[in-house]
C-alpha cells in the first residue's frame, strides 16, 4: 500500500513541477526576447544596412582611479564590430564608454551600481550577471550587479531579444572587470 501511496504522490509531484517548470522556462525565454520578445529589430539579420559614423552623445562621470583603470582595460578590449553593428564614436569619456549601430547600443563603464531588490529578477549570461530594467523610450538597461565595477549596456527598444545583445559583451566584461566578492541571489 505505501509502494502506491509513493508512486501516486511522485505521479502529483511530477504533475505539479512539470508545467511550473515550462511556464518559468517560458517566462525566461521570453524575457531575454526569444521569438522576438519585444518590438524586434525591423531589419532582417545579415542584410545591409547604413552605418552612421557621427558621434554617440553620452556622459562621462568622473570615476576614481581604480575604476578608471578597468573602465579603460574593458573598452580597449571591446570589438570593432558587434553583429553587424560598428563601433561609433562616443562625445564624452571614450575611456568609459562605447557605441554601435543605429540606433545606437551603447556600453557605459563606471556607472552606478543598481539597488537590487531580494524579488528582483537577474540574469547569468555567458558568466556575467545582470539586472535588466526597462526604460520609458522602450529601450533597457542590462547593469552588471557582480563585478567591481558597474557596467550597463543600453539596448534600443528596436532591438530584438536585448538579453542576448547584452550578452555580446559578457566575455569582454568578464574578462576584463573583476567579480565582486558580493552578488544577489540568483547569481552564480
Given at each position: 500500500?505505501?509502494?502506491?501511496?509513493?508512486?501516486a504522490?511522485?505521479?502529483?509531484?511530477?504533475?505539479?513541477?512539470?508545467?511550473?517548470?515550462?511556464?518559468?522556462?517560458?517566462?525566461?525565454?521570453?524575457?531575454?526576447?526569444?521569438?522576438?520578445?519585444?518590438?524586434?529589430?525591423?531589419?532582417?539579420?545579415?542584410?545591409?544596412?547604413?552605418?552612421?559614423?557621427?558621434?554617440?552623445?553620452?556622459?562621462?562621470?568622473?570615476?576614481?582611479?581604480?575604476?578608471?583603470?578597468?573602465?579603460?582595460?574593458?573598452?580597449?578590449q571591446?570589438?570593432?564590430?558587434?553583429?553587424?553593428?560598428?563601433?561609433?564614436?562616443?562625445?564624452?569619456?571614450?575611456?568609459?564608454?562605447?557605441?554601435?549601430?543605429?540606433?545606437a547600443?551603447?556600453?557605459?563603464?563606471?556607472?552606478?551600481?543598481?539597488?537590487?531588490?531580494?524579488?528582483?529578477?537577474?540574469?547569468?549570461?555567458?558568466?556575467?550577471?545582470?539586472?535588466?530594467?526597462?526604460?520609458?523610450?522602450?529601450?533597457?538597461?542590462?547593469?552588471?550587479?557582480?563585478?567591481?565595477?558597474?557596467?550597463?549596456?543600453?539596448?534600443?527598444?528596436?532591438?530584438?531579444?536585448?538579453?542576448?545583445?547584452?550578452?555580446?559583451?559578457?566575455?569582454?566584461?568578464?574578462?576584463?572587470?573583476?567579480?565582486?566578492?558580493?552578488?544577489?541571489?540568483?547569481?552564480?
Amino acid at each position: 500500500m505505501a509502494d502506491a501511496d509513493s508512486r501516486a504522490a511522485a505521479r502529483t509531484a511530477t504533475l505539479i513541477a512539470l508545467p511550473l517548470a515550462l511556464i518559468a522556462g517560458a517566462v525566461a525565454f521570453w524575457a531575454l526576447g526569444g521569438l522576438g520578445g519585444g518590438n524586434g529589430d525591423k531589419r532582417a539579420a545579415g542584410s545591409p544596412s547604413p552605418q552612421p559614423s557621427s558621434t554617440v552623445r553620452m556622459p562621462a562621470a568622473s570615476l576614481a582611479p581604480t575604476p578608471t583603470t578597468v573602465c579603460r582595460g574593458l573598452i580597449a578590449q571591446l570589438p570593432s564590430t558587434i553583429r553587424s553593428a560598428k563601433r561609433r564614436p562616443v562625445s564624452a569619456g571614450a575611456e568609459q564608454n562605447a557605441a554601435y549601430g543605429a540606433p545606437a547600443l551603447r556600453v557605459a563603464c563606471g556607472v552606478a551600481a543598481p539597488t537590487v531588490a531580494k524579488t528582483a529578477t537577474v540574469y547569468e549570461l555567458s558568466g556575467v550577471c545582470y539586472l535588466a530594467t526597462k526604460q520609458r523610450d522602450g529601450s533597457s538597461v542590462w547593469t552588471t550587479v557582480d563585478r567591481t565595477v558597474p557596467v550597463a549596456v543600453t539596448v534600443p527598444g528596436s532591438y530584438s531579444g536585448a538579453g542576448q545583445w547584452a550578452a555580446e559583451f559578457s566575455d569582454t566584461i568578464a574578462g576584463t572587470v573583476p567579480s565582486s566578492d558580493t552578488a544577489p541571489s540568483g547569481c552564480h
